[in-house]
């Protein structure tokens, strides 16, 4: 499984931006994503942003991965407030992985 990290831009540079996760600050390629400016929120994946996220969905992220985190110290975590957005449904795969329906005959 893959786990991308949302991390938030601090200083640009070309094709490049410095962002922090936590008290960690990494040169991050943004040539996927274009310009951003100090204060985006990008979702990373190998040193690379794959999109631009809002604050809002970048704070859910981080909820996710802080909880996830403490249930692999063996810590309590509240899931259902870290994984609201999954409660009562099943996730969905992002359009572009979803299978295309066959042609009818």
Do not use: K, N, Y
Request: charged content about 20%.
């Amino acid at each position: 499984m893959c786990i991308g990290i949302p991390m938030q831009v601090v200083e640009v540079g070309a094709g490049h931006a410095r962002c922090r996760s936590g008290a960690e600050i990494l040169s991050i390629d943004t040539s996927l994503v274009g310009d951003v400016a100090p204060g985006t929120w990008l979702m990373t994946f190998l040193g690379a942003a794959r999109e631009v996220m809002s604050p809002e969905a970048a704070q859910r992220s981080l909820a996710a991965l802080s909880a996830l985190e403490a249930v692999m110290r063996g810590q309590p975590a509240d899931l259902d407030a870290a994984f609201a957005d999954l409660i009562g449904r099943e996730p969905q795969l992002p359009s572009h992985l979803r299978p295309t329906p066959e042609p009818e005959a």
